[in-house]
């Protein structure tokens, strides 16, 4: 695509162009730059792409994007705002990639990995090839790749919907963060489904206030556009159960699927019956009712699994797929994975990170523990401090042992985080080791017959994050080794 006929897609965009080059790839970072590329200069939280400019050009770019003049030998179109203005032309630039698949997008505090590959694994069971982009990869077809962010930038998701477009994928599922909303990576996309899973306490550290935090969510909502379609019908998918889908109602003009168990709601989960490995519950739908059971625990299990169906039923696939495919479902790694090498008492890996999560872990823990409950937990650093005590106060509050730890203390000292969560257990039990191997097998040498271990706040990552360093880091593979060498 030539420059100039890129620019038309762009408004009050400011250029003295003596050349017009073919433009063969966009970059946002100069080490991807090579022949024939259109750099965008990005001003990031800690480095700024307009002093790479050179190297760019250097490296082959023909042409800059930026919001201030540049000494370059190459053109420089110059825009008020350059990630605005990439995520309109990553859009063209890719053939509007979302325009010719069904697209649904998650957004919610807790549960949209584990909602995003239920709806996965439904889409495959009606044999629809799916792609899916979240916090644990980038799935293409049946090609994974590694994801730097929850939502990537709009360049990659243009991109990463472009290859999935290549490969003849009809549904693409996507994980929306309160972040990528607010920053405009998603601008472009065109959404058919949007599905709101909760809202809790998280990233206060980026929003300040939660009124802050709801609004970036129903961003997604209100994006799903005004005009009214017959053959392409947008649909928003809210939770009845959450205040917030109150606001989010009136944000929207899409059709309205909701959900619930506790308010009256579109589809909704009755005489839920919970055990250690399972869970049945009477499904209401509009076609009707049916009696699922489901090989995941826990009330925010049941949320997730109507989430999906509810996001299925409004993508047109019929209730017995859909009821097939969630009755086969496992699970997701790292969301109450159970860690089994024969012990005698149960081992959970869960990634709540928030005190929302957290607590809906142990309430459901507590529905089935017969002994003692463990509960391994520690708080990110350089992340919103103000859910440090209240993790620590619930880990404390529904747990016989709490043992608090380090998570990714990134920049911060570990120790300090520590303080912070002790903060909201004054008077109270716990124990304190900064070492997560440590605190892990503090409680596996000291569980018994029917206690349970929960580790949580990691879930499937596999690493660590100390200092400027990452180190790898596994909660199962180091729970396994525990169990093993207290085994013998």
């Given at each position: 695509?030539?420059?100039n ?47 790479y ?16 003049e540049?000494d ?26 979302t ?24 889409l495959n ?7 899916l ?7 293409i077809?049946d090609e ?44 472009g996309?065109d959404f058919?489904?949007?599905?709101f899973?909760?809202l ?5 550290d980026?929003?300040?206030t939660?009124?802050d ?11 799903l ?7 392409k ?12 889908s109150?606001?989010?109602k ?38 009707g ?6 090989n ?11 989430a999906?169906v ?5 993508s ?12 086969s ?28 999560s ?42 016989d ?10 920049s ?10 002790e ?30 271990i929960?580790?949580a ?15 790898d880091?596994d ?14």
């Amino acid at each position: 695509m030539k420059l100039n006929e890129m620019l038309t897609y762009l408004q009050n965009q400011k250029n003295d162009l003596d050349e017009n080059p073919f433009i063969h790839s966009i970059e946002m970072d100069s080490r991807d730059v090579g022949k024939g590329s259109l750099f965008i200069c990005i001003e990031g939280y800690t480095v700024d792409g307009h002093d790479y400019a050179e190297t760019a050009v250097k490296n082959g770019a023909v042409a800059i994007l930026a919001e201030k003049e540049l000494d370059v030998n190459v053109p420089v179109v110059i825009v008020k705002d350059t990630k605005r203005a990439m995520a309109r032309l990553a859009d063209i630039f890719y053939g509007q990639p979302t325009h010719h698949m069904h697209l649904i997008g998650v957004t919610g505090t807790n549960g949209k990995t584990t909602t995003t590959h239920i709806i996965e694994e439904v889409l495959n069971e009606a044999k629809k090839k799916t792609g899916l982009i979240g916090t644990m990869y980038i799935k293409i077809a049946d090609e994974l790749k590694t994801a730097k962010n929850t939502t990537p930038e709009s360049l990659t998701l243009q991109k990463t919907f472009y290859e999935m477009m290549q490969k003849d994928v009809s549904h693409a599922i996507m994980e929306v963060s309160s972040h990528a909303l607010h920053l405009g990576r998603i601008h472009g996309c065109d959404f058919n489904v949007a599905v709101f899973t909760n809202l809790s306490q998280d990233h206060l550290d980026y929003h300040e206030t939660m009124k802050d935090y709801q609004f970036a969510k129903g961003l997604l909502f209100a994006q799903l556009g005004n005009r009214f379609e017959h053959d392409k019908i947008k649909i928003a998918v809210l939770n009845e159960d959450e205040e917030a889908s109150k606001e989010y109602k009136k944000m929207t003009a899409a059709n309205i699927l909701t959900y619930g168990i506790d308010q009256q709601a579109d589809i909704m989960a009755k005489d839920i019956k919970m055990t250690s490995k399972g869970t049945q519950f009477t499904l209401t739908t509009p076609m009707g009712k049916r009696t699922v059971t489901i090989n995941m625990v826990g009330k925010f299990s049941v949320y997730n699994v109507l989430a999906a169906v509810a996001a299925c039923l409004a993508s047109s696939i019929d209730l017995e797929t859909i009821i097939k495919a969630i009755e086969s479902v496992k699970g997701v790694r790292g969301r109450f994975e159970l860690v089994d090498v024969n012990q005698e008492y149960t081992v959970i890996v869960d990634y709540a990170h928030t005190p929302d999560s957290l607590e809906n872990v142990l309430q459901t823990i507590k529905q089935f523990a017969e002994g003692h409950i463990f509960c391994i937990v520690g708080c990110g650093g350089d992340r919103d401090k103000t859910k440090r005590p209240l993790m620590a106060k619930i880990a404390s509050q529904y747990s016989d042992e709490p043992i608090f730890t380090s998570d990714n203390p990134r920049s911060e000292d570990p120790l300090m985080i520590l303080k912070d969560m002790e903060k909201g257990v004054t008077g109270l039990h716990y124990h304190v080791n900064p070492n997560r191997e440590e605190a892990i097998q503090y409680a596996v040498k000291h569980a018994k017959k029917g206690d349970v271990i929960l580790i949580a706040g990691k879930g499937h990552e596999t690493y660590q994050q100390i200092g400027d360093k990452t180190f790898d880091f596994d909660d199962r593979e180091i729970a396994i080794k525990a169990i093993r060498s207290f085994l013998k």
